[in-house]
């Protein structure tokens, strides 16, 4: 009778831990999607995700236009 309610206990733990192991997975999946890196433009400051800057004399603009403006 006691080994059978250690076996129940042992049972109930595992699938705690597991199940915990499963969501921080997924939450740290999810985090790096929905957070991509966020650089501000050097024109006029606006946050824009690294995939969409634009780089030019290593600053990083919103767009091309705002990259031209500082071309000299
Ligand atoms: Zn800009």
């Given at each position: 009778m006691a080994i059978r309610l250690v076996?129940?206990?042992m049972?109930?733990?595992s699938c705690v831990f597991l199940i915990r192991?499963?969501?921080a997975?997924?939450?740290q999946k999810t985090r790096n999607i929905t957070e991509p890196k966020i650089l501000?433009?050097?024109d006029c400051g606006v946050y824009v995700p690294e995939s969409d800057?634009?780089?030019r004399h290593g600053r990083v603009y919103c767009s091309?236009?705002?990259a031209e403006n500082h071309e000299v």
């Open positions: 076996f129940i206990i049972f109930a733990l192991k499963y969501k997975m997924r939450s501000a433009c050097a800057a634009v780089r091309s236009m705002h």
